[in-house]
């Protein structure tokens, strides 16, 4: 009998200490991140990069443990909607930037009898650095394989109903029993250079309506935060990056109780767990924040496990 596979894609993360210089060194090697048309140039501006972050970089996973809480994340997903679809269908992850990559999860599909691989990039919203990314490596490894799969991608799912509302679930969360109004609330979004934008990537738009549907829904939970924000963390380089940067929000946000929800990010990773509940923490407190949140992400939750199966059931 023929069997239809799950692949979850995303951007990887350190399974270990040593494998940060591999994580960087992949990322920046992307020729959708660094988009220079010359390799050459990518290569040498990704080096210099490599070299200038891997040492904070590793840093930074020491604090957390010595690994990127990504990948637990994401392996305890695959396990509960293994448990929930059963033997017929295949569930696996592969990672953009970090083992288990492309070329090894598809070797082992090689092994079933598989008709057709559903593939579901862990981002929410499309971005040529992400999304376009990922999918692009799946296929060009898979197209070298031996495997006469049908291919079946889906590019976003933002608007899915079951995800926002484990995004809403895990807000409710995070305050608690304390009051909406005491707070507001800011969608973090991760920053990416204006000229990606200015060159066609749909990004910006697909982060505003977003944002947009969580307001009605929030809204119709009666979740009545005082105020409700938009903001990009993450920058890097001298390069004009999607405004307001995070950093100049906190900075007019006069209320001072605050909520951070990464909106661009499905599973916890070092830039919520550390940039976000870390190093944004610092900062909302010399600002004189008395109150600062940061939600989690949807990461193995139930109802995020339904919405990528009912994803999956419309894909099919």
């Known amino acids: ?37 010359s390799g050459l140039v990518r290569k040498m501006v990704g080096g210099l990069i490599v070299f200038n972050r891997a040492e904070s970089s590793q840093e930074i996973y020491r604090q957390l443990g010595g690994k990127s809480p990504l990948v637990g994340h994401t392996k305890s997903l695959v396990e509960k909607l293994k448990n929930k679809l059963g033997e017929n269908v295949i569930v696996d992850f592969a990672m953009r930037y970090t083992p288990p990559f ?10 079933e009898d598989v008709d057709k691989i559903f593939l579901i990039p862990l981002y929410p919203q499309y971005s040529t650095t992400t999304t376009k990314s990922s999918l692009e490596d799946f296929e060009e490894c898979y197209h070298n394989s031996k495997g006469d799969a049908l291919l079946v991608e889906i590019k ?31 969608f973090s979004a991760h920053g990416l250079p204006q000229k990606i934008v200015d060159a066609g990537d749909v990004y910006e738009k697909h982060v505003n309506r977003h ?29 004009k990056w999607l405004t307001p940067s995070l950093e100049d929000k906190l ?44 939600s989690k992400c949807p990461n193995d939750s139930d109802l995020f496990a339904d919405a990528l199966i009912e994803i999956y059931e419309k894909m099919k």
């Open 156 to 186: 976003h799912f933002f608007e899915n109903t079951r995800y926002n509302q484990a995004i809403i679930e895990n807000i409710k969360k995070t305050v608690g029993d304390d009051d909406y109004c005491d707070f507001d609330i800011i």
């Open 1 to 37: 009998m023929k069997k239809e596979a799950i692949v979850l894609l995303n951007m990887g993360g350190p399974n270990n200490l040593n494998e940060v210089e591999m994580f960087l060194k992949n990322m920046f090697a992307d020729k959708n991140i660094l988009t220079m048309k």
């Open 102 to 111: 492309a070329c090894e999860v598809i070797e082992r599909l090689e092994n």
């Open 251 to 294: 900075k007019t946000v006069r209320n001072r109780g605050v909520i951070i929800f990464p909106i661009a990010f499905t599973i916890d990773n070092s830039e919520t767990d550390f940039e976000l509940d870390v190093e944004y923490r610092e900062i909302a407190g010399k600002l004189g924040f008395e109150d600062y949140r940061v």
């Open 211 to 239: 944002v947009e549907i969580l307001k009605e829904m929030m809204q119709n939970e009666d979740m009545a935060f005082h105020n409700v924000h938009l903001a990009y963390q993450s920058k890097v380089g001298p390069l």
